[in-house]
């Protein structure tokens, strides 16, 4: 598989186009190349005005999008049309990853994916992901998949460690993308992760990033300071022991930021 960065910028909620473009500029420009956006995020023309303003080439970004049956559709033709309109917003001519944001709405694998498919034929994007699968939604999409599955992001963090799908992701051959990694603040109040970063002279969300990498996801923390943005980056230099590995593995917590009834988790 081609290598992820390391960490990536997320981009959900971040609104406000300027912030936006501002956000994703700093960030590139500070080393981030994995930039994550979405259709329903309402942000896809913020996010590609940023691309330009930092002096980073296109294609050294990694640049990712998602497609939502709830705001548009997973219908062939509704998957084609959306993607196009994505890479208009962007003003791009190619992501490197498109994802199913959810299999929920309209969500058919055979249809879905096979407009996935005529779409990385295009060029429109590179690579085919997924995103808040569970292990049989994923194996369904393998099973229809000519072309290789890439990721499938998910909410993971200390408070979800999602343990099923990271050994599900390393036997299939496909990578984990961690979205929420921070468990949305949550982390600064987690006493381990608190005694962990005391100890390393560095900040909870560092911990907590490092400790993603060190299982194998990657995380893509939203961030729109440049304090923030810069802290979550600096996770890369931390190097957590197995002592503090084994000390946030046993938190006995599960935390869910993102549910609804139709998530697959709950079929």
């Known amino acids: 598989m081609t ?8 981009t959900w909620q971040n609104d406000d186009p300027q912030q936006c473009a501002e956000s994703v500029a700093t960030a590139l420009e500070m080393g ?13 023309a ?15 970004i990694f640049l990712a999008t998602k497609v939502h049956g709830e705001s548009t559709s997973l219908s062939y033709d509704g998957v084609i049309e959306t993607a196009h309109n994505s890479l208009d917003r962007l003003g791009v001519d190619y992501v490197d990853l498109l994802y199913v944001h959810w299999p929920t709405g309209d969500y058919d694998p055979e249809e879905t994916l096979s407009a996935f498919e005529e779409l990385r034929a295009e060029g429109v994007t590179e690579r085919i992901g997924v995103s808040n699968f569970e292990p ?7 099973q229809v998949l000519d072309a290789p599955l890439f990721a499938n992001q998910v ?13 599900h992701a ?15 603040g ?13 100890k390393h002279g560095v900040s909870e969300a560092q911990v907590s990033l490092a400790w993603v990498r060190e299982k194998g996801a990657y995380p893509i923390p939203k961030a729109t300071s440049e304090a923030h943005i810069r802290d979550n980056l600096a996770s890369l230099e931390l190097e957590l022991d197995d002592e503090d590995v084994a000390k946030i593995d046993a938190i006995d917590r599960e935390t869910r930021h993102i549910d609804y009834q139709a998530a697959p988790w709950h079929q």
Do not use: C, K
């Open 3 to 10: 290598d992820l960065p390391a960490i990536g910028l997320g």
């Open 46 to 60: 913020g996010v590609g005005d940023g691309l330009p303003q930092a002096d980073v080439d296109r294609e050294e």
């Open 186 to 198: 949550d982390v600064f109040d987690v006493p381990e992760i608190t005694e962990i970063a005391e």
């Open 170 to 184: 390393e036997e299939h051959d496909y990578h984990l993308v961690a979205y929420s990694p921070l468990s949305r």
């Open 32 to 44: 981030y190349r994995h930039i994550d956006t979405a259709e329903i995020y309402g942000n896809e």
């Open 136 to 142: 049989s939604t994923v194996e369904r999409a393998l």
């Open 155 to 167: 909410e993971m963090h200390p408070l979800l460690q999602q343990a099923e799908l990271l050994a």
